[in-house]
Structure formats: structure tokens, C-alpha cells
T-cell receptor
Framework: GEKVEQHESTLSVREGDSAVINCTYT??????FPWYKQEAGKSLHFVID?????DRKQSQRLIVLLDKKAKRFSLHITATQPEDSAIYFC??????????FGAGTRLKVIA | EAGVTQSPRYAVLQEGQAVSFWCDPI?????LYWYQQPRDQGPQLLVY????????NSQLPSDRFSAVRPKGTNSTLKIQSAKQGDTATYLC????????????FGEGSKLTVL
């Protein structure tokens, strides 16, 4: 079955710098890749996604890139702010709407 | 629009006890997921339903875990004879097939097994 690997377990950046989180997946049939944010003591909420028919998507300070050949996708957070500090999870959706999540990246933005 | 509702928010058990978690998805969402999230790990899928049918329960420890969604709306996840290794947050999520595909998560039920 699908496996999603999230490469950075922790990431520290200075406020205003960019943060990049990388994920790889194994199932070539996966076609939808969402990202979720989890703040301390809270549940997951959706931040941005990308579908397999495009290779880049931007929403304000968030950019997602998809490389289908390498089976790799990444989340770029530009001009980071302290409120970006959280755990970020990547996920892949396989056939029949099954979602597999990565292990999470703990992002710390240092003021 | 009301979000995904879960209860109870917290449960503390001794090993061997049973517990049930309840989930009310967003109205109109046909697909409902149960995930287990151990501390400092990612969500791990246990089971998911489309309407009342189980689509995949291959990761559900069937000897002690069970899940139902009898009318295709609310769902219950039950753990019988809990073990310390079951300590985790149990997350319910829902989505609508054919929509954007986004999952909406509840606040979770945090289980501690002593």
C-alpha cells in the first residue's frame, strides 16, 4: 500500500525566512496531496493541496510543488511568522479516497 | 455549518477496560475516517466508511477494535480490553466524495491507558 515519508522531523527558521518541508510517496496512482497544520493541543486543519494535473500551486505565503516523476512533493512557507510554528503533515490520497499521512514536521519560527 | 464532533474528549482507563468513541461528521459528508495518532506521530488510518459500508479496515486490530456506522451518519469506535499501547488520540474526519477532497477533522478523543 501507499507509504508517505516526511523527511524533516523538525525544522527551525528565523522569522521572515522561508521553510521547506519535503515528502515522498510510493504509489503512482496517488493523485491528490493535501497538507495539514496541527497547533499545540489541537486537531489537524487543512492548509493547502495540489492535484496531480499541476506541478505548482500557491496560496498567499504557501507554495506546493509536485514532481510526479520523482514521486516527491514539498511545502514552501515564505516570509515565515511566529504563528506558522506548528506541526505540518503531508498526505497522499490513493484510490477510493484513502488518505495516508506522513509522520509530521515540527516547525519552529524563531523571532 | 457545524464541524466534526467527537466525544468524549478525554478518557483514562486501566488495562483491560473498554471504551467507546463517538463521531458526528459534517452533514452531507458520505465518507468517515477513524485515525489513531500516537503522541508525536502522524495519523494512522484505522478504518473508513462510505455511507454505512466499510471500505477499508485492514489496519484495525480486529481482536479488540470495532467500528460501525449503521445509518451512514454517526459512527462509533470501540476498544475492548484496552492495552497501554492503545494510548493515543483518536481522530475522526469526514469528507464528501467528488468535492474538493479536503478532510475535515474533529478535535479528537485523547485516550490514556494506565
Amino acid at each position: 500500500g501507499e507509504k508517505v515519508e516526511q523527511h524533516e522531523s523538525t525544522l527551525s527558521v528565523r522569522e521572515g525566512d522561508s521553510a521547506v518541508i519535503n515528502c515522498t510517496y510510493t504509489d503512482t496512482a496517488s493523485s491528490y496531496f493535501p497538507w495539514y497544520k496541527q497547533e499545540a493541543g489541537k486537531s489537524l486543519h487543512f492548509v493547502i493541496d495540489i492535484r496531480s494535473n499541476v506541478d505548482r500551486k500557491q496560496s498567499q505565503r504557501l507554495i506546493v510543488l509536485l514532481d510526479k516523476k520523482a514521486k516527491r512533493f514539498s511545502l514552501h512557507i515564505t516570509a515565515t511568522q511566529p504563528e506558522d510554528s506548528a506541526i505540518y503533515f503531508c498526505a497522499a490520497r490513493t484510490g477510493n479516497y484513502k488518505y495516508v499521512f506522513g509522520a509530521g514536521t515540527r516547525l519552529k519560527v524563531i523571532a | 455549518e457545524a464541524g466534526v464532533t467527537q466525544s468524549p474528549r478525554y478518557a483514562v482507563l486501566q488495562e483491560g477496560q473498554a471504551v467507546s468513541f463517538w463521531c458526528d461528521p459534517i452533514s452531507g459528508h458520505d465518507t468517515l475516517y477513524w485515525y489513531q495518532q500516537p503522541r508525536d506521530q502522524g495519523p494512522q488510518l484505522l478504518v473508513y466508511f462510505r455511507d454505512e459500508a466499510v471500505i477499508d479496515n485492514s489496519q484495525l486490530p480486529s481482536d479488540r477494535f470495532s467500528a460501525v456506522r449503521p445509518k451512514g451518519t454517526n459512527s462509533t469506535l470501540k476498544i475492548q480490553s484496552a492495552k497501554q499501547g492503545d494510548t493515543a488520540t483518536y481522530l475522526c474526519a469526514s469528507s464528501r466524495t467528488g468535492s474538493t477532497g479536503q478532510l475535515y477533522f474533529g478535535e479528537g478523543s485523547k485516550l490514556t491507558v494506565l
